[in-house]
């Protein structure tokens, strides 16, 4: 994960992947993978990637470099560096623990397409967030 602290907070290197079903922030070896809903034309990646990176990291986003690429660097404003990786981990170790729980229950059984995948994960977020608000 190519992470740069300034004064002015972080800048996060980011893969972007458009036309995905759904926004999703993954760490895959030492990249981090942004999956976004929207395609590749007139900034509308772009613009949801700033959009969602700011709520995933509750602060302001910018992007300094790579409007016309898939490759793009973001500035997470008034965030160090301890805390872009601290959450970044997170929401990858939620992700490995809800695949690990998946391959638990399908143990004999048929395997899921992709969006039954994804199903089981908003379910899985739900349930987490009704936990925690409890």
Known sequence: ???TETRDGTILEVYVKPNSQKFEVALEGDEVVVRCTE???KGKVNKELIKEISKFFHANVELVSGATSKQKWL???N???REVQRLLHKESEE???LFKEIDKQLKGKKKLSEKEILKEIQAYRG???AKQGA
């Open 95 to 97: 992700l490995s623990d």
């Open 39 to 41: 395609e590749p034309v």
């Open 1 to 3: 994960m190519k992470l």
């Open 79 to 81: 965030i160090g560096k």
């Open 75 to 77: 500035l997470v404003k």
């Open 127 to 129: 349930e987490k967030r």
